[in-house]
């Protein structure tokens, strides 16, 4: 799959630098688990979870900025609990931000969620403080339905949803 300007595939070898590179980031990690991985559990889990995958429609892809051909991060869909819904999910390099490629993405995953699977609702948590992410969820019309506070870690996740009713409303 592909948008003007990302190609999304199967992570490949030449991808394991790149993907070490972003989940050894703190500021990448912050807002997803607060803590950035050592070196060698970010290997670890490409070479083990990554490599290869996602095979089929779920999962986290691969995400190439195609004029550069270079990884820039993994976007996707993760199936949701029940019967009709998925969790959109992106993480993406530090220097990729704040130049639309998550909005790029997560409307790329929103279509292929709403059109091509036909689910139901779309699903999406947000740690509480990343208003980049809240913000791209509310651009495209996700609200948020709850919160969960994990007192181990005293972080909180904002969970947000998005039916198929209410984009089918809102695209053209």
Known sequence: METQ?????THEPQDEPDFISMHTD???????????????????????EYLGW???TYGLWA???KEEKKYIG?????????KGEAHLGYYL???YWGRGFASEASLAFIGVAFTRLRLVR??????KGNDASEHILQKFGFKYISREEIPASGRVIN????????????SP
């Open 5 to 9: 300007r990302l190609l999304f595939r």
């Open 26 to 48: 703190p500021e990448v990690r912050r807002y997803v688990g607060g803590r950035a991985w050592p070196l060698e559990k970010a290997r670890t889990r490409f070479r083990e």
């Open 54 to 56: 996602p095979k089929e």
């Open 63 to 65: 995400t190439i900025l």
């Open 74 to 82: 993994c976007c996707g869909l993760r199936a949701g609990d029940k």
């Open 93 to 95: 390099a530090q220097p």
């Open 122 to 127: 779309l699903l999406a948590d947000v740690e």
């Open 159 to 170: 969970l947000y949803e998005l039916t198929r009713s209410k984009w089918e409303k809102k």
